[in-house]
Every structure is written in C-alpha cells, then in structure tokens.
T-cell receptor, first 111, second 114 residues
Framework: SQQGEEDPQALSIQEGENATMNCSYKTSINNLQWYRQNSGRGLVHLIL?????REKHSGRLRVTLDTSKKSSSLLITASRAADTASYFCATDGSSASKIIFGSGTRLSIRP | NAGVMQNPRHLVRRRGQEARLRCSPMKGHSHVYWYRQLPEEGLKFMVY????????ESGMPKERFSAEFPKEGPSILRIQQVVRGDSAAYFCASSHDGREETQYFGPGTRLLVL
C-alpha cells in the first residue's frame, strides 16, 4: 500500500487564501518531500524536510513534520492562480534510495 | 545545466509491440529511478539503477519490463509485448547520490497502447 497519503484529495480555494494539504505515512522515514505537478507535466521538487526537523520554509511554502503522528503538512500562503496543480508528498519508506508517493492533492485556485 | 531529459515525450504503440523509453540524467548524476503514473494516481516506484547496475527493481513487473543504464548513453526502460494496461506516464528521475538525495524528475513519457 502507499506509504504517503494526502488529504484532502481535492481542494478549491479563492486566490489570495492559504491552502493547507496534509500527508500521513506509515513507517519510519529519513526524510519527506513535497512535489508539485502541473497537469500533464513532470514533477517539480518543492521542499525536503528531514526526520529531525519540525518545520521548514521556502518562499510562500511552509512544511511541518510531526514524526510522532507520522504526518506532514504543506501550507501555501497567499495562493495564486499559478499554484493550481497536484501536490504530492513522498517518503523514503524502507529504503533511503527510492521514494514512495501518495496519490496527491489536486489544488485549484479560483480567480 | 540541462535537467533530466526523457524521450519520446509521447509514444503510441499497438498491443504486442515493444516500447522503449529513454532517460538522460542530469549532468553529474549517476543514479536513475523510473516511476509509473497511472491516470489520476500518484507515482509508483519501479526501478533504481546506477551505472551498469540494477540496485532495486522491487517495483518492476516480473514479466515484459526491463531496465538498463549502460556505461555510455541514456537509461532505457523497455516494455515488451505491450498491453492496454501499460498505458501510463513514465517518469525518470536522477540524483547525484542515492542516499537521502533529492531526485530531479524529467518531463515524462506518455505511453498510449491502442
């Protein structure tokens, strides 16, 4: 079964609002990553957070990691139309060399 | 510095034909990973290769699928005798080091089996 599972599956918000996506995983990890995928395109790496980190920022992105709850959240502040995409969390699972993706959150930003 | 290159971007095959997908990693990267994404789903790991070696093929179907990463040239994902269920987007990623390193993804090859 999937290591990472995103919640919600789909999210629609107004431009300018904040978007929060959550990810839960099952086994211990070394790191957790978030990726964005625009429709029909490849994945773009957004941010990596290591298991000993609790929070990380990158521009309008804020990622938190709670290893006790085996969960992570991705917050996009002041959303823009260009943020419309699918967002995937990925963990390294049982192997540090391969990453395992969840099924994604489809984010739509309404103008 | 060019990113990960994949070709072709789109590939149409009839049932029973062979599909060859190519991936050129980023310059300086010697680790390559292949993932498959079915419509409306997340990516699933298929295989991890270093130059001339398969490190982890736990996600590869047992039959018809093979992968290689020769000393010279791109990595190749080969699907023999394709079936309709093979229709998917196949993504390649590369990293400099296989341990806890960010993987950089190519644009994917979209395979359609008629």
């Amino acid at each position: 079964s999937q290591q990472g599972e995103e919640d919600p599956q789909a999210l629609s918000i107004q431009e300018g609002e904040n978007a929060t996506m959550n990810c839960s995983y099952k086994t211990s990890i070394n790191n957790l990553q978030w990726y964005r995928q625009n429709s029909g395109r490849g994945l773009v790496h957004l941010i990596l957070i290591r298991s000993n980190e609790r929070e990380k920022h990158s521009g309008r992105l804020r990622v938190t990691l709670d290893t006790s709850k085996k969960s992570s959240s991705l917050l996009i502040t002041a959303s823009r139309a260009a943020d419309t995409a699918s967002y995937f969390c990925a963990t390294d699972g049982s192997s540090a060399s391969k990453i395992i993706f969840g099924s994604g959150t489809r984010l739509s930003i309404r103008p | 510095n060019a990113g990960v290159m994949q070709n072709p971007r789109h590939l149409v095959r009839r049932r029973g034909q062979e599909a060859r997908l190519r991936c050129s990693p980023m310059k300086g990267h010697s680790h390559v990973y292949w993932y498959r994404q079915l419509p409306e789903e997340g990516l699933k790991f298929m295989v991890y290769l270093q130059k001339e070696n398969i490190i982890d093929e736990s996600g590869m179907p047992k039959e018809r699928f093979s992968a290689e990463f020769p000393k010279e040239g791109p990595s190749i994902l080969r699907i023999q005798q394709v079936v309709r269920g093979d229709s998917a987007a196949y993504f390649c990623a590369s990293s400099h080091d296989g341990r806890e390193e960010t993987q950089y993804f190519g644009p994917g090859t979209r395979l359609l089996v008629l």
